[in-house]
Every structure is written in C-alpha cells, then in structure tokens.
C-alpha cells in the first residue's frame, strides 16, 4: 500500500500484514507509521506471486487532531526595525497589560499551532488575528503566514497603520487582539483573546465614533453608495367633496325625472305579467338579473376595478339572457293558445 498527500510524491509504501485473528483480512497501522494531519491518499495495490498487478483501488484518509497554539511572542518595533518591546503571551491567557502602537510603528505576532497528541506542528489553513473595537464598531484583520525563511514552522502576523487603514480608515482606539485558527484536520477551532493594543489614530483621523470616520480613505467597494432620492408625479387637485355631491345629483337628476313621469302618467301597467307559474318564475329571474347587472355597475363606480367587475358581468349576463328568453317564449305560447 502506497500512502500519499495531495500533490505530494509517496511519502509511505508498506506491506500489509494478513490478520491472525481472521482468516483473508489484511491490516495496516497507518498512524503508526505517520502522523502528518490532512488528507492522505491512499494507494492498494494486490500483486500475485509473479509479480504481476491484480488489481488496485485508492482512496482518501483524513487524518484529524485536536488543535491547540502555543505561547506567542508580540514583538513591537519602530520605522528603522529596531524592537522597542518584546511581550510573551502564554497560552489561553491574556495580557495584563494593554499595547500601544504608534503611527510609525509596527507590531508583529508569532505562535505555533501543534496538534495535542501528535505534538506536530500544523499549517492551518486559516488563521487570523482579529483587531476588534466594540465601542466603534470596528474590525479589522491580519493574515498569520509563515515566513519563508522560518524554519520552526511558526505563524507571524504583523500589524501596521497601513495595514489597518485599508480596512478601518485612520481611525484609532483600543482593539482587542483576538488569535482564530481553523483547519479541516482539526477537531476543533482555535479562539484566543490575547490582550489590547492601543492604535494611535494617523493623521486626519480620529478617536471618535466609527461615524466620524473620512469614507473617502477607504477602497471604492467600501465607501457608502449614493442615497437614491425617488420623485413621484404629485396626484392633481381635487373639488371639495360638497361639488362632488352636488354634480353627482345633477347628473342623477334627469333619471328620477324620468322615473317621476312614467310612475304618474304613464302608470305601471302589470297585466301583461305572465300568469303561468314558470314563466312567472323565469320573468322575475330576468327582472332581478337586470336589478343585479344595474347594482354591480354602481358597485363598480364606487370602488370595484375592470378585471373583477367583467366575470360577475358575464355570469349576470348570461343567466339574464336565459331567464328573458324563458320567459317570452312562455308569454308567445300563452298568447297562441289563447288565440
């Protein structure tokens, strides 16, 4: 069996050991043999007495530990590189004593991350240093690499005003130092407090609130967007609601006149009524359809739109249409007999 990391030669071939305890089992101690964190891929290749190729299958291992990080050094220097102070952070335990860090200076972390029982060193494949401002509201974070010339493995994140103001502007203020490491061949993730640093604000900042801050210092896909101011067309004046009233009886005042004068001269004339009972039945269906057709047109001025009033009209319509026709074709045939 041949073992191996993700784009990585062989790192491991070894023989497989057949079971003592069951019959056609073969065995291997992987973690015996390498403890490396990650993704292995793994290589099973059966070969027969002549050394010819059986068969071969592959698969993948995830090889997982508990993370934890170790004690981390914060180095603080000024322009020329010379080391103004040097702080060491025990592990999980955060600094009594507050940082400063000025303008022209810059200050560097450096921490190892090892698995619990393996005790190996780990490159995860995120960790961060975390500069957070809960009274403004302000984040800002640093990337922990290795460096190439390192040799021990360990992680170095280095915090300068240039760094910050691509994030935060010029802004200053006390930021908690808050170390995050994360794998995926970890078991767990990696949260440490590790202390305050007091950034000196840069010129033309402030230690105000995070509102003070000059958003044209920041990158463009940071600065707040334009507000979008909408105008929409004013509604035209309306009458009072009185001239309403009073066009609207005007308008209505010719119908009742109309109504008038057929009820006193005219008289309402109810012998033609049919005095068969369906078609009495079907007169008063197409009697009340036209009431109906008549009310839906007023509900329809006072507040019903086209689309709901048209399906009502049609069903109205069509059963008014029916009745009417029922109705004077009964009073046709009553006529005929009677003749």
Same mark, same amino acid.
């Given at each position: 069996?041949? =073992?191996?990391?993700?784009?990585?030669?062989?790192?491991?071939?070894?023989?497989?050991?057949? #079971?003592?305890?069951?019959?056609?089992?073969?065995?291997?101690?992987?973690?015996?043999?390498?403890?490396?964190?990650?993704?292995?891929?793994?290589?099973?290749?059966?070969?027969?007495?002549?050394?010819?190729?059986?068969?071969?299958?592959?698969?993948?291992?995830?090889?997982?530990?508990?993370?934890?990080?170790?004690?981390?050094?914060?180095?603080?220097?000024?322009?020329?590189?010379?080391?103004?102070?040097?702080?060491?952070?025990?592990?999980? $335990?955060?600094?009594?004593?507050?940082?400063?860090?000025?303008?022209?200076?810059?200050?560097?972390?450096?921490?190892?991350?090892?698995?619990?029982?393996?005790?190996?060193?780990?490159?995860?494949?995120?960790?961060?240093?975390?500069?957070?401002?809960?009274?403004?509201?302000?984040?800002?974070? !640093?990337?922990?690499?290795?460096?190439?010339?390192?040799?021990?493995?360990?992680?170095?994140?280095?915090?300068?005003?240039? !760094?910050?103001?691509?994030?935060?502007?010029?802004?200053?203020?006390?930021?908690?130092?808050?170390?995050?490491?994360?794998?995926?061949?970890?078991?767990?993730?990696?949260?440490?407090?590790?202390?305050?640093?007091?950034?000196?604000?840069?010129?033309?900042?402030?230690?105000?609130?995070?509102?003070?801050?000059?958003?044209?210092?920041?990158?463009?896909?940071?600065?707040?967007?334009?507000? $979008?101011?909408?105008?929409?067309?004013?509604? #035209?004046?309306?009458?009072?609601?009185?001239? #309403?009233?009073?066009?609207?009886?005007?308008?209505?005042?010719?119908?009742?006149?109309?109504?008038?004068?057929?009820?006193?001269?005219?008289?309402?004339?109810?012998?033609?009524?049919?005095?068969?009972?369906?078609?009495?039945?079907?007169?008063?269906?197409?009697?009340?359809?036209? =009431?109906?057709?008549?009310?839906?047109?007023?509900?329809?001025?006072?507040?019903?739109?086209?689309?709901?009033?048209?399906? $009502?009209?049609?069903?109205?319509?069509?059963?008014?249409?029916?009745?009417?026709?029922?109705?004077?074709?009964?009073?046709?045939?009553?006529?005929?007999?009677?003749?």
């Amino acid at each position: 069996m041949a =073992a191996e990391k993700q784009g990585t030669p062989p790192l491991l071939e070894k023989l497989l050991q057949q #079971s003592s305890e069951k019959a056609g089992v073969w065995t291997f101690d992987f973690l015996s043999e390498r403890k490396d964190l990650g993704l292995w891929q793994l290589t099973l290749v059966a070969v027969g007495d002549d050394k010819k190729v059986l068969g071969e299958t592959t698969g993948e291992l995830l090889v997982q530990d508990e993370l934890r990080s170790g004690d981390a050094t914060l180095v603080l220097s000024d322009s020329d590189g010379d080391e103004v102070s040097r702080t060491k952070a025990e592990r999980g $335990i955060t600094l009594a004593e507050d940082l400063s860090l000025d303008v022209s200076q810059e200050l560097k972390v450096s921490f190892l991350i090892k698995s619990v029982k393996g005790e190996q060193v780990v490159q995860p494949q995120h960790a961060f240093l975390r500069l957070d401002d809960a009274s403004q509201g302000l984040q800002a974070y !640093v990337v922990a690499k290795a460096e190439k010339k390192s040799t021990d493995g360990r992680l170095h994140a280095t915090v300068t005003h240039s !760094v910050l103001e691509k994030q935060i502007g010029q802004q200053g203020g006390a930021f908690k130092m808050v170390l995050m490491v994360g794998d995926p061949a970890g078991t767990n993730a990696r949260e440490w407090t590790m202390g305050t640093v007091h950034v000196a604000a840069s010129q033309g900042g402030s230690k105000g609130k995070a509102k003070g801050m000059d958003t044209h210092q920041l990158p463009a896909h940071f600065r707040p967007l334009p507000e $979008i101011y909408h105008i929409f067309q004013q509604p #035209s004046p309306r009458p009072p609601q009185l001239v #309403s009233y009073l066009f609207t009886g005007i308008v209505l005042l010719p119908l009742g006149g109309l109504g008038y004068v057929l009820a006193t001269q005219l008289g309402a004339n109810l012998k033609g009524f049919p005095q068969e009972q369906l078609a009495q039945v079907s007169a008063v269906c197409f009697h009340a359809g036209i =009431a109906s057709i008549l009310g839906l047109y007023t509900i329809f001025w006072l507040g019903l739109n086209l689309l709901h009033t048209l399906p $009502i009209l049609a069903v109205l319509g069509l059963l008014t249409a029916a009745s009417g026709y029922q109705a004077l074709s009964r009073q046709a045939n009553a006529r005929l007999k009677a003749q």
